[in-house]
């Protein structure tokens, strides 16, 4: 953690419908010298603010009506909003959401914050994502990524049966020791059985940042990759 980091400039937009956590995130964001702050109290409103005040970097949360964070992250990936399509975005969750993970990584958001996670977690996501290229891929990429039920469902406490042994030679690592660059040699699930990453994917330091941030949720220990 660098706590030098000045965001004095960083404009940074909060989408939540819940006042009560636009609330904690704008004091967690003031902690660490955060000025310049919009907020948005769902994903429409949103899209009103991208155009009214553009921001840097935007902290997104994904259970909201009546347009979710799901949706709103489609809508900017697929050049809906009238924003730049690589607008850095953080995603703010729970370990009650795995089925937004899947779908969130699909449409490349930059990172997960847990909920209640203090200003020492935002200021590391923070610096991680204003500091990389956002990886994103072409808009119409996007067009397909299918928004899921996202109503909370309690974890069930046991992972899908796995799937078959991979093809090539592979070895299973834990999370904080996979390289980037490594390959996908069986498809990174959730507990639930979401999937995050798709066996043959390529894991950039993005990606890996990410699964980092997920681990940190839910149980993902380890992922499977090639040889």
Do not use: H
Not at 18 to 29: A, C, G, K, P, Q
Not at 99 to 128: E, H, P, S, Y
Not at 214 to 223: F, N, R, T, V
């Amino acid at each position: 953690m660098n706590s030098s980091i000045d965001f004095s400039e960083t404009r940074v937009l909060i989408i939540d419908d819940e006042e009560f956590m636009r609330i904690m995130v704008r004091r967690l964001l003031k902690n660490i010298g955060v000025t310049n702050v919009s907020e948005a109290a769902d994903g429409a409103d949103g899209l009103t603010k991208l155009t009214s005040d553009p921001p840097d970097l935007i902290i997104l949360d994904i259970m909201m009506e009546p347009m979710n964070g799901l949706k709103f992250l489609k809508m900017l990936r697929t050049g809906m909003s009238g924003a730049p399509r690589d607008l850095p975005v953080v995603v703010i969750t729970g370990s009650a959401e795995q089925a937004v993970f899947g779908t969130a990584m699909k449409l490349d958001c930059n990172a997960f914050v847990r909920k209640g996670d203090g200003q020492d977690a935002i200021q590391g996501r923070m610096a991680r994502v204003l500091d990389e290229t956002t990886e994103i891929k072409e808009a119409g990429a996007y067009l397909t990524v299918n928004i899921p039920d996202i109503t909370i469902t309690a974890p069930t406490g046991s992972r899908p049966p796995p799937s078959a042994p991979p093809a090539t030679k592979a070895y299973e690592v834990p999370i904080e020791d996979v390289e980037p660059g490594a390959v996908v040699a069986r498809d990174v699930v959730t507990e639930n059985g979401d999937v995050l990453l798709e066996e043959g994917t390529v894991i950039s330091a993005s990606y890996l940042g990410r699964l980092q941030d997920i681990s940190e949720i839910i149980d993902l220990p380890y992922i499977w990759v090639e040889m």
